[in-house]
């Protein structure tokens, strides 16, 4: 006995599921690219300004706490305490002392806090009986952070057993980026007669 043959029932083309293919087309790719292109051109400037505030920040910071603390060890010490500008305080790191800097502008090399215990101004730290208190070096590099010249602006703060700094007046300082001078790339230190520090942003004067 013959069984007919089975049919088979074909799926018209229009009905048939065609494989669904992922994927940007290069019109996507390119529009994708070009606003990435836009944000980039945005942000990198952005980024930058941030960088350097942030270092301006942190020398200024550097700088205002290594006063304060000068004053303090004068007072806990009960002798005279000294912080100088050093241009060679990476001799800490072959085991020899760094130097004062008398004729030197430019406190971002680095600065030494050290006693006195003659209560000289004039003292280093290769004097007798000195006690080296702590030593700053270099942590940018791309910033400077200069004082006015003349007698006013010596190269060191002194603080006396009591935490007199034995100023007259205001000394000022000027923390700048090297990509030039203005708001964002610039701050002013100004140290009181009392010795306490305050930031200025911009090229501000203190008073």
Same mark, same amino acid.
């Given at each position: ?20 293919? /992922? ?10 690219? /070009? *606003? !990435? ?14 960088? *350097?505030? #942030?270092?301006? +920040?942190? !020398?200024? $910071? ?7 603390? $000068? ?13 100088? !500008? ?18 030197? +502008? ?15 101004? /004039? ?14 070096? +270099? ?11 003349? #007698?006013?602006?010596?190269?060191? =703060? =002194? ?28 701050? *002013?230190?100004?140290? #009181? ?9 911009? #090229?501000?004067?203190?008073?």
């Amino acid at each position: 006995m013959k069984f007919p043959a089975p049919t088979r029932h074909l799926t018209p083309p229009a009905l048939r599921r065609w494989p669904v293919q /992922a994927g940007f087309t290069l019109i996507e790719l390119m529009v994708t690219i /070009a *606003v !990435l292109a836009v944000i980039v051109a945005i942000a990198v400037p952005n980024l930058q300004q941030f960088a *350097v505030r #942030s270092q301006l +920040s942190g !020398l200024t $910071t550097d700088f205002a706490r290594d006063v304060a603390r $000068t004053r303090l060890e004068a007072i806990s010490r009960n002798t005279c305490v000294k912080m100088c !500008l050093s241009a060679n305080t990476s001799n800490a790191l072959i085991g020899t002392t760094p130097t004062c800097d008398a004729s030197g +502008s430019d406190w971002q090399p680095g600065w030494v806090i050290f006693t006195a215990p003659t209560c000289n101004t /004039a003292e280093g730290t290769g004097g007798t009986g000195v006690v080296v208190i702590a030593i700053q070096q +270099s942590a940018y590099p791309n910033l400077t952070l200069t004082q006015g010249s003349g #007698s006013g602006n010596p190269g060191f =703060f =002194f603080f006396d057993a009591k935490g007199q700094p034995g100023m007259t007046a205001v000394r000022s300082l000027t923390a700048q980026h090297d990509g030039g001078p203005g708001r964002l790339t610039e701050r *002013v230190l100004c140290v #009181s007669a009392g010795g306490r520090v305050s930031t200025l942003a911009g #090229s501000s004067t203190c008073s």
